[in-house]
């Protein structure tokens, strides 16, 4: 034991299995990492880490067999019902409402677009009954041609100290909604992956999401 009281070892599945959860902000390898332990362990794992490839995502899910996982790409409550909404609105308009997910972040973000941007791409995909995969756009430059309708798109912009900004853009034939949500301190994040532990702490093993912790599934 260190001299502030924090527990040192060589030998990560015996602290592991000495603690009842695992708040993650790390990097993909860590937290992929941190899932095989907390599988283990048989503990609580909240992953707020965003750029995981779909292997990585396949390995998270084999841990939830085992751990109780919350995995998010924002852990903000705010961010969470705001994917609420924009499911709710995607469902509700038809295809003449084109759908743009806009994101900026600061300079030093390695990610893009942001899991912020895909979980609201992937809200707005859930409410169309589509596929992200197969109809987002995100790249677009040169003679592109007309927009096709019923894709989703997405624009990254990086730059400064900009904490999170997202909106998800509904333009239609005269009109156009925006829902907005700008995250004004990391505060938030932490907030609500420390409800998200306290939540999981009385659940089954399984993968959950912040919208399962919000009871808005």
Not at 17 to 30: K, L, N, Q, W, Y
Not at 39 to 47: G, L, M
Not at 161 to 189: C, N, Q, W, Y
Not at 192 to 205: F, I, S
Request: hydrophobic share 50%; glycine share 12%; charged share 20%.
């Amino acid at each position: 034991m260190g001299a502030l009281g924090i527990a040192v070892s060589d030998d990560p599945l015996a602290l592991f299995t000495r603690i009842d959860g695992v708040i993650d902000f790390t990097v993909p390898a860590a937290s992929l990492a941190f899932a095989e332990l907390s599988a283990q362990a048989r503990i609580v794992h909240v992953i707020g880490t965003t750029g995981i490839d779909e292997a990585g995502e396949a390995a998270i899910k084999a841990a939830a067999r085992h751990a109780c996982i919350v995995k998010s790409g924002n852990m903000s409550l705010g961010v969470n019902l705001l994917a609420a909404m924009v499911r709710k609105v995607a469902a509700a308009l038809g295809e003449e409402f084109d759908i743009e997910v806009l994101e900026m972040h600061h300079r030093a973000k390695i990610d893009a677009p942001s899991g912020t941007a895909l979980l609201l791409g992937k809200a707005a995909a859930q409410g169309r009954g589509i596929d992200l995969k197969q109809r987002s756009v995100r790249v677009r430059d040169g003679h592109t041609g007309a927009r096709p309708a019923g894709d989703i798109g997405f624009a990254t912009l990086r730059g400064g100290s900009v904490v999170g900004e997202h909106t998800v853009m509904f333009a239609g034939p005269a009109e156009r909604i925006e829902l907005t949500h700008k995250a004004e301190s990391r505060d938030i994040f932490a907030r609500g992956a420390v409800r998200a532990a306290l939540w999981a702490m009385d659940q089954k093993p399984g993968l959950y999401a912040m919208s399962d912790v919000l009871g808005l599934e």
